[in-house]
């Protein structure tokens, strides 16, 4: 088993930033592909982002490509979701996702463990 705990959401004016955190523990972290992704009110779960367990291969959603960075730290057995250039439409409950894997995968259903989510509210 993998738990996964996000942090690092909040409030955020349009065209600033946050940074997510996502805690795993319970297994290694390491051979793990891991994935951000985003559900807002009413909407369907969206993909943002995802990287290998190197963090050396990574692919983003068109809708964040070139704001959001994906990235982790195996040694601190966390992933991190830095999210620059804030939109009112970034507004969501945001997941990280794991699967065993030496890949990267970006469908929702590829993924095993999942956190809780946590609140990103972009205000104008």
């Known amino acids: 088993q993998v738990q996964l705990v996000e942090s690092g959401g909040g409030l955020v004016q349009a065209g600033g930033s946050l940074r997510l955190s996502c805690a795993a523990s319970g297994r290694t972290f390491i051979r793990y592909a891991m994935a951000w992704f985003r559900q807002a009110p009413g909407k369907e779960r969206e993909f943002l982002a995802t990287?290998?367990?190197?963090?050396?291969?990574?692919f983003y959603a068109d809708s964040v490509k070139g704001r959001f960075s994906i990235s982790r730290d195996n040694a601190k057995n966390t992933l991190y979701l830095q999210m620059n250039s804030l939109k009112l439409e970034d507004t969501a409950v945001y997941y990280c996702a794991a699967r065993a894997g030496t890949g990267y995968y970006t469908g929702g259903s590829e993924y095993r463990y999942w956190g809780q989510g946590t609140q990103v509210t972009v205000s104008a």
């Open positions: 990287l290998d367990w190197r963090g050396s291969s990574t």
